[in-house]
């Protein structure tokens, strides 16, 4: 049973430039949330989606945007990339209903702004 | 803004000690959970402690969650290399905000 599938696993952007991450939850899993992971630091929470809407988000501009999908996979897109955006960006998904339980996390897609 | 302070930041400790990893914070969680992270990964979840007081083990690790929901522990018996990596606690704050929110971690060394 694949756990949460990440790609690419790593990407090399120029700033002002528009990125976009991918990210397939585990099977069974309905909700997504993006984490931000700078070198050092625990994640920070950027947005979560559940049936297609953005049900939350955390202190990030709008420069950061995200999409799921019926089959439950998700996009997170950045716009407009600062140097300050480079980071590891973590998917993570959670069963139904379980979401303060506990997530599976993916193994991140390395960002790096120059 | 609600913060989880994790301590030590950093433990290097010979193989077979014990140690412990303290997350502790002002505000109340409906629940703690512990995560472990290896360089290049993403963090791998370990347990949840939901009911102030309770006590969960995973082999040679126990977890703790305080009596009041602020506060939780992992402590390590008999360390071994194996256990070496980057332990984070993260909190959920009711269960209408699924807004984590995380410790800065522990890197954890155990020296064979």
Redesign the interface.
Known sequence: DAG?TQSPTHLIKTRGQQVTLRCSPKSGHD?V?WYQQAL??????IF?YYEEEE??R?NFPDRFSGHQFPNYSSELNVNALLLGDSALY?C?SSLPGR??????????T?LTVV | TQLLEQSPQFLSIQEGENLTVYCNSSSVFSSLQWYRQEPGEGPVLLVTVVTGGEVKKLKRLTFQFGDARKDSSLHITAAQPGDTGLYLCAGAQTDSNYQLIWGAGTKLIIKP
């Open positions: 949460v909700t949330s050092g630091q625990g994640p920070q929470f979560q049900r939350q955390g973590l993570a979401t303060n339980y506990g997530y599976t996390f993916g193994s991140g390395r």
